[in-house]
């Protein structure tokens, strides 16, 4: 499930993501980033790993999720991740960050305060 966080405002957005990752997520995430991205051009974001956790994506959401970030990789100036990724998630991660020029950043749980301060300033 991807969920849009009440926090987001302007060119700050946070999502919250949990449980398995299907196609319609990304139906209606995909348009929402898109219309933020014409409005702002960069955009911040926040994607904190919720309960119960992130663990499983859907092929056809794999397709979708490379679908959007390869064409937008360039459009964010930060991304904050928190909380623990699945093992699998966070190579996908890593190997992302080489093709992006958004700071990217990583915090735990207990630090959301920092990771929300972190992508406003």
Same mark, same amino acid.
């Given at each position: 499930?991807?969920?849009?966080?009440?926090?987001?405002?302007?060119?700050?957005?946070?999502?919250?993501?949990?449980?398995?990752?299907?196609?319609? %997520?990304?139906?209606?995430? @995909? *348009?929402?980033?898109?219309?933020?991205? =014409?409005?702002?051009?960069?955009?911040?974001?926040? /994607?904190?790993?919720?309960?119960?956790?992130?663990?499983?994506?859907?092929?056809?959401?794999?397709?979708? %999720?490379?679908?959007?970030? @390869? *064409?937008?990789?360039?459009?964010?100036? =930060?991304?904050?991740?928190?909380?623990?990724?699945? /093992?699998?998630?966070?190579?996908?991660?890593?190997?992302?960050?080489?093709?992006?020029?958004?700071?990217?950043?990583?915090?735990?749980?207990?630090?959301?305060?920092?990771?929300?301060?972190?992508?406003?300033?």
């Amino acid at each position: 499930m991807i969920e849009f966080l009440p926090q987001s405002e302007g060119k700050t957005v946070g999502i919250k993501i949990s449980g398995t990752l299907t196609h319609e %997520d990304y139906q209606h995430t @995909i *348009p929402k980033l898109e219309n933020l991205i =014409k409005e702002h051009q960069k955009l911040n974001m926040l /994607v904190e790993v919720g309960n119960p956790p992130f663990d499983h994506m859907e092929l056809r959401a794999m397709y979708d %999720d490379a679908r959007f970030g @390869i *064409p937008h990789r360039n459009d964010f100036e =930060k991304f904050a991740i928190v909380g623990e990724l699945p /093992v699998w998630a966070d190579l996908g991660a890593t190997i992302g960050s080489w093709f992006t020029t958004a700071q990217i950043k990583e915090f735990t749980p207990d630090e959301k305060d920092k990771a929300w301060d972190w992508i406003t300033h």
